[in-house]
């Protein structure tokens, strides 16, 4: 692509971007503020930590929506009509972050102290007589309840927003598919490294790409990409053809953003990323890098195995990096990263019935998602 052309589409998805950032994000503001209290004052602070936890996100998920709207629509309509969609979406990657951060048992997200951590730091500081046991329990089961809190908050949400719209029903059913999807992948990243040690080698290394493929499909191409721009679309009209075509493309940019984030979760700036770097290594997070050493680099999975699946520090994280560079695994993932992406763009210029604005915003995210250092 020319390279004046790619400036122009970046400063485009930039553009549209900034704009619904900054309506979004006063909007959510308010929202927060009634999602951080409660009558009851034993509820107020986890509540408070949820609505904490809800600000400060880039807010992709939301632009996404209002991006889908604006495709779906064939005349020119007002983009904040989907701000209640996105804002739902937004509170319900909240709540599903709270319990990814308690499966990693993280400390950070967002740059801030994850909820059940800083409940955990509360109860030590106010010494009420809780072993370290007792006090972890209880502030995982908060966290817990705080999550599940976010993800029915964004349904009330939804049927507030739209009561008497033709697509409510709609909307409810599909925003539900992508929570299941979510779950799913989810459940599959946590089991499946227990599953691997039960099976023959061959099978385990057979199951493990599989399953890696479907969990980049289920728990972030559907929820990062492909939901966010059903959902606008859904909501602004879109016949069944246009979306599934839209789909197409959106899957295949969501696994290029997941193989980029597994990247990022081992070789991004702490800083930037925002959440613990190292911490994939610590949880041995079943990655395209991973699954690259095991599968096609075994004499190199010996020195990986004595880092990866433990407590990780600095001179661990750069022994694995060191492994994932030396066996030719990151060059691996950056090279089916550039695939996924260049099908996304290949995809994107298919869609002839696609106005000119929307894809060149289109074009540009694609452009943001491969250069995202964070």
Same mark, same amino acid.
């Given at each position: 692509?020319?390279?004046?052309?790619?400036?122009?589409?970046?400063?485009?998805?930039?553009?549209?971007?900034?704009?619904?950032?900054? /309506?979004?994000?006063?909007?959510?503001?308010?929202?927060?503020?009634?999602?951080?209290?409660?009558?009851?004052?034993? &509820?107020?602070?986890?509540?408070?930590?949820?609505?904490?936890?809800?600000?400060?996100?880039?807010?992709?998920?939301?632009?996404?929506?209002?991006?889908?709207?604006?495709?779906?629509?064939?005349?020119?309509?007002?983009? $904040?009509?989907?701000?209640?969609?996105? =804002?739902?979406?937004?509170?319900?990657?909240?709540?599903?972050? &709270?319990?990814?951060?308690?499966?990693?048992?993280?400390?950070?997200?967002?740059?801030?102290?994850?909820?059940?951590?800083?409940? *955990?730091? /509360?109860?030590? *500081?106010?010494?009420?007589?809780?072993?370290?046991?007792?006090?972890?329990?209880?502030?995982?089961?908060?966290? =817990?309840?705080?999550?599940?809190?976010?993800?029915?908050?964004?349904?009330?949400?939804?049927?507030?927003?739209?009561?008497?719209?033709?697509? =409510?029903?709609?909307?409810?059913?599909? !925003? $539900?598919?992508?929570?299941?999807?979510?779950?799913?992948?989810?459940?599959?990243?946590?089991?499946?490294?227990?599953?691997?040690?039960?099976?023959?080698?061959?099978?385990?290394?057979?199951?493990?790409?599989?399953?890696?493929?479907?969990?980049?499909?289920?728990?972030?191409?559907?929820?990062?990409?492909?939901?966010?721009?059903?959902?606008?679309?859904?909501?602004?009209?879109?016949?069944?053809?246009?979306?599934?075509?839209?789909?197409?493309?959106?899957?295949?940019?969501?696994?290029?953003?997941?193989?980029?984030?597994?990247?990022?979760?081992? !070789?991004?700036?702490?800083? *930037?990323?925002?959440?613990?770097?190292?911490?994939?290594?610590?949880?041995?997070?079943?990655?395209? =890098?991973?699954?690259?050493?095991?599968?096609?680099?075994?004499?190199?999975?010996?020195?990986?195995?004595?880092?990866?699946?433990?407590?990780?520090? /600095?001179?661990?994280?750069?022994?694995?990096?060191?492994?994932?560079?030396?066996?030719?695994?990151?060059?691996?993932?950056?090279?089916?990263?550039?695939?996924?992406?260049?099908?996304?763009?290949?995809?994107?210029?298919?869609?002839?019935?696609?106005?000119?604005? $929307?894809?060149?915003?289109?074009?540009?995210?694609?452009?943001?998602?491969?250069?995202?250092?964070?």
């Amino acid at each position: 692509m020319d390279k004046t052309m790619e400036k122009e589409d970046f400063r485009a998805y930039q553009s549209f971007y900034k704009t619904a950032f900054r /309506r979004l994000s006063k909007k959510q503001k308010t929202m927060n503020r009634k999602l951080g209290t409660d009558e009851n004052p034993l &509820i107020v602070t986890a509540r408070e930590g949820l609505a904490d936890l809800n600000a400060g996100g880039k807010m992709l998920r939301g632009m996404l929506v209002t991006l889908g709207f604006r495709i779906a629509m064939r005349e020119p309509a007002d983009d $904040s009509y989907a701000d209640t969609l996105a =804002l739902a979406f937004e509170t319900f990657q909240t709540g599903i972050l &709270i319990h990814d951060d308690i499966i990693d048992n993280a400390e950070l997200r967002r740059g801030k102290e994850t909820i059940h951590h800083r409940h *955990e730091r /509360r109860v030590s *500081e106010e010494n009420i007589g809780l072993t370290a046991g007792e006090a972890g329990h209880l502030s995982k089961s908060v966290a =817990l309840c705080a999550g599940d809190y976010a993800l029915y908050e964004a349904i009330r949400i939804i049927s507030a927003g739209y009561p008497d719209a033709e697509s =409510l029903g709609s909307l409810i059913r599909y !925003f $539900s598919e992508v929570v299941l999807d979510t779950i799913r992948g989810e459940l599959l990243d946590v089991m499946l490294p227990s599953e691997l040690k039960l099976l023959p080698e061959a099978e385990a290394g057979t199951l493990l790409e599989k399953t890696v493929e479907d969990i980049y499909r289920l728990k972030t191409a559907k929820y990062s990409v492909i939901g966010p721009l059903h959902l606008g679309m859904l909501l602004g009209g879109a016949s069944p053809q246009k979306m599934r075509a839209l789909d197409s493309m959106a899957e295949d940019l969501g696994i290029a953003y997941q193989i980029k984030d597994d990247i990022l979760g081992i !070789f991004a700036d702490e800083k *930037e990323l925002g959440k613990d770097v190292g911490s994939d290594i610590s949880e041995g997070k079943q990655t395209i =890098l991973y699954m690259y050493v095991r599968n096609r680099k075994p004499k190199y999975l010996p020195n990986l195995l004595a880092y990866y699946g433990k407590p990780a520090g /600095r001179p661990e994280i750069d022994a694995v990096r060191e492994i994932f560079r030396e066996s030719g695994a990151l060059d691996f993932a950056k090279e089916e990263m550039e695939k996924c992406f260049l099908r996304a763009e290949e995809k994107l210029a298919s869609l002839r019935w696609m106005d000119k604005d $929307s894809r060149r915003i289109l074009r540009g995210f694609i452009g943001y998602c491969r250069g995202r250092k964070y």
